[in-house]
């Protein structure tokens, strides 16, 4: 097994031209808008070509809930799309990109690794094509013309007190959560207090996330609350004319972007909302059109499947019509460890009954995501720590379950590690034994969506809201809204809001804290706990380590 770094493997890669991995897809030289010689964008002319093609079939990879330890579920991702096509199947992997907070934090990138890794992985998790400025300069430009509008006569009454929308950096600084903007005078505007949010939890990137096409991005751009009235009407950022200059800054960054895993096998890589904060999926226009163009589609939903696999279900899916055929549920030991009580020191001796304990956390995952009616399989993503008795644990108490857990290796050996998977997976699909149901109807009171995925995801016994927050969701229902999908916002690290509480806790409270209105995106964001829309960074955070060696390669970037 090699000891080098994911960012050494990644930077020995013979990478081929990136004409050549979309002739693989059949897509021609000139749909493609190179960005350099080994990523692209896939043009909007061809992906209106496809119309009328048969679809693939749609597979989700989601996880337990994280730990320090790692779980590996885009290492997995990548490394099933590869297995796939190890076993001879035309698939494609469709991922997220990076934001830049977390990459200079502590979270990392967002490539995979190993020998299951996309690459270009440096520029993936720097600038890439330059989507996420895309978005904040796109969201950016809304405030700027909120504010302008406001200062020059402010003709749609808005009341400055009640200006929703916030403005977004793509870097974690927790100094500018709340902020107070236009002091210095009269030439500086109106002085009022808002904040910033990462970009990944913009408003705009949801709405990039799941537009089915340019149009559909104005539209949906135009439907964006920005501010209310005196009188408690919205004011929409069609009202100050934003959504079309909006659209023009977007109008790139809507198009997938094409790159290749080491294998050289085509993988899309687009949008990058945090499951946490925000939806947790890949964009819409890259899943619908690798679905034109490959037999089997592999993709991800962000962190443990209480979060990301439910928003994929009922937002995601629910939005752009897709129903996946499959979920593979990545499971280490380390990190069913460390949710049985094992401490990230000791995680490397063989502790059995801890992974016993632990396995609780994948049972609650398991019967979460059977709940939506789609067949599951684990994937123990290897480490070479991992015996044999805690392994066969693992797959004992899946069987249990009425799943079953396969090892995959392929951080070690690439597709060929995971090869077992991939046929696991292809027999489950094959079957087409899914019956995918959303947890919850359109026409359901907005409060009790919120009370169904916290009793039947998390297990809570009861949602905490005050009268304030009850009073604003049913204002909302009033206004047309109240058929709106949830978005959670809740800590990743628990099915609790208390981050500290791992395994599988039931009986739980969950506090509401706000409830944010997202009418382009099209869901109702529910902020639980003491979650923050705006990241910090930990005390030493991995920018201290990043740095251009004296061959001018990048180091320590993961």
């Known amino acids: 097994m090699s000891q080098k770094s994911d960012i050494e493997i990644a930077r020995a890669a013979a990478k081929r031209p990136i004409v050549d991995v979309a002739d693989q897809l059949g897509i021609a030289a000139q749909y493609l808008i190179p960005y350099g010689h080994d990523k692209a964008k896939v043009s909007q002319d061809f992906i209106q070509g496809l119309n009328g093609r048969e679809n693939g ?11 320090p330890a790692g779980e590996g579920k885009t290492t997995t991702t990548v490394g099933l799309g590869d297995g796939l096509n190890q076993i001879g199947k035309k698939a494609m992997i469709c991922i997220r990109e990076a934001s830049l907070g977390p990459n200079f934090g502590m979270k990392g990138g967002a490539a995979g690794g190993g020998y299951a890794q996309v690459i270009p992985m440096e520029d993936m998790n720097l600038h890439f094509t330059g989507d996420f400025h895309a978005i904040t300069s796109a ?36 100094a500018l959560r709340q902020i107070t903007a236009s002091l210095g005078g009269v030439s500086n505007g109106f002085p009022r207090e808002t904040g910033y949010d990462i970009t990944v939890a913009s408003e705009v990137m949801a709405v990039l996330c799941l537009a089915r096409d340019l149009e559909d991005l104005e539209q949906r751009l135009g439907r964006i609350i920005v501010a209310y009235r005196r009188d408690k009407t919205a004011v929409y950022a069609r009202d100050i004319k934003a959504e079309g200059a909006m659209a023009v800054l977007l109008k790139d960054a809507m198009q997938p972007n094409l790159v290749q895993t080491l294998e050289h096998n085509p993988a899309f890589v687009h949008g990058g909302p945090f499951a946490n904060i925000a939806h947790g999926c890949n964009s819409v226009m890259a899943t619908t059109t690798a679905l034109k163009l490959a037999d089997y589609v592999v993709t991800e939903a962000g962190f443990g499947a209480d979060l990301g696999a439910e928003k994929f279900m009922n ?14 549920i990545v499971a280490t030991i380390r990190a069913l460890k460390m949710n049985g009580g094992v401490d990230k020191g000791d995680l490397a001796q063989e502790d059995v009954a801890a992974v016993e304990r632990g396995c609780a956390n994948l049972g609650q995952h398991i019967d979460n995501v059977k709940g939506f009616g789609v067949p599951v399989v684990v994937a123990i993503n290897h480490f070479v720590a991992d015996t044999d008795a ?14 079953e857990a396969v090892v995959s290796r392929h951080w070690a050996q690439g597709g060929a590690g995971a090869a077992d998977l991939a046929e696991k997976v292809v027999g489950l699909v094959d079957a087409d034994s ?4 959303t947890l919850y109807p359109d026409d359901m009171p907005l409060f009790e969506k919120i009370e169904i995925i916290a009793k039947r995801i998390y297990r809570a016994n009861e949602v905490v809201a005050d009268s304030t927050i ?21 800590t990743q690290y628990s099915f609790s809001t208390d981050p500290q509480l791992r395994g599988a806790p039931t009986g739980h409270s969950v506090p509401l804290r706000e409830v944010r209105l997202s009418a382009g995106a099209g869901f109702v964001v529910a902020i639980c706990g003491e979650i923050m829309t705006m990241p910090g960074l930990p005390r030493h955070p991995a920018a201290e380590s990043i740095h251009v060696n004296n061959k001018g390669d990048i180091e320590g970037l993961f």
């Open 57 to 67: 079939k749609l597979i989700l990879v989601t996880a337990v809930s994280p730990t």
């Open 139 to 174: 969201h950016s430009l809304l405030s700027a013309m909120i504010d302008n509008h406001i200062y020059w006569g402010n003709a749609q009454e808005i009341d400055t007190r009640r200006v929703v929308w916030r403005r977004v950096v793509d870097m974690n600084d927790r």
């Open 315 to 328: 937002i995601k899916c629910r939005k752009a019509g897709l129903a996946p055929s499959a979920v593979v």
């Open 390 to 403: 805690e392994i066969a644990a693992v797959q004992a108490y899946a069987e249990t379950h009425g799943v």
């Open 434 to 437: 899914s019956q995918f149901a």
């Open 470 to 490: 009850r009073n604003q969701l049913k204002e909302w229902e009033a206004a047309g809204y109240g058929d709106l999908p949830i978005c959670m916002a809740k």
